[in-house]
Structure formats: C-alpha cells, structure tokens
C-alpha cells in the first residue's frame, strides 16, 4: 500500500472516530471538540488521583523496605569494628560499655587508648535515627555479642518494616 493512500486512511478514521464521539457527547458537527466538559474533566482527575495513590503506596513502601536493608548493611560495619576491638582488647566491649566504645574507646591493659574503630557516633544509630542496641553476651542464641534495631517504630516488637532487625537473623 503506498504510504499517502495509508495517511488517507488513517485520517478517516481519525474523523470517524471524532464524529462518533461528538455525537456521543450530544455535539453537533458545527460545535466540534472545543474542549472538554466538567463530567470528563472530573474522570480524568479522578483516574488520576487513583494512580498517583498507588505509586505513591508502592514508592513508600519500597523505601521503608530499603530502610531495612540499610540497616542489616550498618549493623555488618558494626560486626567489622566489634571484631576489630576483640582484636585489640580480646573481648568485646560490654553491655554497659556498648557500642559507644567503638567510637571513644576504653583505655588498655597497658594505659594507652588505641584510635576509634568507628569515625562518629552517627553510625551507631539506625536508618529511622534510632540507637542500635548493643547486649554482649546476646540475648538470643549462643553468641558472644547481639546488635539490635528496633525498625521504623523503634520499639520492641512490631512487623513489617516496624519488626526488630537483629544481627543474627536473616
């Protein structure tokens, strides 16, 4: 078919559908399609409002499940400088102690204070802003130490995203 019979063809039914839905719409041919009335505005809004609330649950919930995600990858830093100190100190540091001596570590046997096995405070806290808890020996399982988040409502228990995240699960 040669390519102008096709764009003549194309171009009736592009005004065959226009008639179609002029006479729809109660529209005469000399009125035509000026623009749109409130009924399709208000559809139109509405479809629209609908998606964007989907995404916008979808979107949210992705995040808050990166959020966890962050958190499991913190708390292996944490493991790093936790395994650090055992190397230096040949224990780990102490419930009472926690975690903060990764960051201003005790003197040692010796009197001297060997450098911080974090750079600053701020990587001791979660991904919602809340501070990991540190309990050595852990309170689950048979391990020397235990690094706990208590998730997006940073309180014990919860599920979803709001569940506690430990170091030994998952």
Do not use: C
């Not at 975690?99 to 001791?124: C, H, I």
């Not at 020397?144 to 919860?158: C, K, W």
Request: proline share 5%; net charge negative; aromatic share 8%.
């Amino acid at each position: 078919m040669d390519s102008g019979v096709l764009e003549m063809e194309v171009e009736m039914v592009k005004a065959r559908i226009l008639r179609t839905r002029n006479t729809l719409m109660g529209r005469t041919a000399a009125q035509g399609s000026k623009g749109m009335t409130l009924i399709e505005i208000m559809v139109v809004l509405t479809l629209l409002g609908i998606v964007m609330t989907v995404l916008a649950v979808n979107v949210l919930g992705r995040f808050e499940e990166g959020k966890v995600d962050a958190a499991r990858l913190q708390m292996k830093n944490l493991e790093t400088s936790l395994l650090n100190f055992k190397l230096k100190y040949s224990k780990y540091p102490s419930t009472s102690e926690g975690l903060n001596a990764l960051v201003t570590p005790p003197p040692m046997k010796n009197g001297r204070t060997p450098g911080a096995f974090m750079d600053n405070a701020e990587q001791l806290t979660d991904p919602w802003g809340n501070p990991f808890q540190y309990f050595s020996p852990s309170t689950t399982g048979n391990h020397e130490y235990e690094i706990v988040s208590f998730g997006s409502d940073g309180q014990t228990g919860g599920t979803a995203t709001a569940a506690d995240i430990s170091n030994w699960e998952g």
